[in-house]
Structure formats: structure tokens, C-alpha cells
């Protein structure tokens, strides 16, 4: 169904993907030229021509992170939390990835943007959506998407609606 040129159409079952109300990305637009045009658009990113240098350079800084601060000894003992530090590490490549700037979580060690906690807060939120698709619309129309949606802001999924949507 997810096939180029499929027969199947793009249900507004979609739009539960929107990051901000009625500014559709790649996951979340119904219109199947549209929906052909991103994913060309994005096809390079996909494909990993010409990444591997941005993948490598976030590698090498993440081998830094954990020489330099997680680096046991005999007599002492650090731990680190690798579950994150992965997360910090995917967020920053796919942030560099998609707009040439990478949040910086890996190197500052730490969430930056809160953009991590933020995204684990909505799951349940995202999760009824894709589930119960006219809620989606109910959250994401006029009356009801400026009490309830992210904006663009310094924290949290506002900062991803800032780099991927106003840059």
C-alpha cells in the first residue's frame, strides 16, 4: 500500500501525524502528489548517500562523550545511562540530517530542548490519535488546536515544529 505509485490513497487517518495543526509533513499530507513530491524530496536522506560523514562525526563525538566523562577506573566506577545517551546520539543525526543542525544533546549531554520528554509526555496523546482519527481532527481544528497544539517555542516537539517547518 505504501508503494510508489500504489493505487491505495492517503486516508485522513494521516493527518494524526501533523505536528502542527493543518501544516502537513511527509507522514501526515493526503494528497497522493504531494505525499510523491516529499518523498522524492526526501529520498537522498533515506537512501544514506552523502550521511555517512554527518553519522560518522556524530560517532566520533559520541566515543568522545564516553572516554572523556564514563571512562572507568580501578578505583573508581562511572556509570552511564546508554539508553539515553542513544537517544541524545539518534536525535542529534536525524536533527543534523534533516536541517544541516543538530540539537547538540550528545555533546551538552543532556536534553537540550526537553524535546525527548516532551515526546515521551504526548505518546498518549499520539496513540489516541492514530487511534480514533476523528479525535485528530477535533484537536487539530480552529476552536480547539490553539488551546491544545504546540507551537513553535524553545522547548520540547515546539522546537522541531521551528526547525523542520520555519527553516
Not at 566520533?60 to 577506573?73: A, E, P, Q, V
Not at 544533546?105 to 530542548?113: A, C, F, P, R, T
Request: proline content about 5%; hydrophobic content about 40%; some cysteine.
Amino acid at each position: 500500500m505504501q508503494a510508489v505509485r500504489s493505487p491505495y490513497s492517503r486516508s485522513n487517518w494521516y493527518r494524526g501525524f501533523r505536528l502542527a495543526p493543518g501544516i502537513d509533513n511527509l507522514m501526515s499530507t493526503t494528497d497522493d502528489k504531494l505525499h510523491q513530491k516529499r518523498r522524492a524530496q526526501a529520498s537522498p536522506a533515506f537512501s544514506g548517500k552523502g550521511i555517512e560523514s554527518i553519522i560518522d562525526d556524530h560517532v566520533n563525538k559520541f566515543l568522545t562523550i564516553i572516554r572523556s566523562k564514563y571512562l572507568s577506573s580501578k578505583t573508581e566506577t562511572k556509570v552511564m545511562d546508554l539508553a539515553t545517551k542513544v537517544q541524545y546520539f539518534a536525535l542529534d543525526v536525524v536533527m543534523d540530517i534533516a536541517t544541516g543542525q543538530p540539537f547538540e544533546d550528545l555533546v551538552n549531554d543532556k536534553d537540550m530542548y526537553e524535546f525527548l520528554e516532551s515526546s515521551a509526555n504526548s505518546l498518549p496523546v499520539i496513540a489516541m490519535v492514530a487511534a480514533v482519527p476523528w479525535a485528530g481532527k477535533l484537536l487539530q481544528s480552529r476552536w480547539v488546536a490553539p488551546l491544545v497544539a504546540p507551537t513553535a517555542s524553545e522547548y520540547g516537539i515546539g522546537k522541531v515544529i521551528e526547525y523542520v517547518c520555519f527553516s
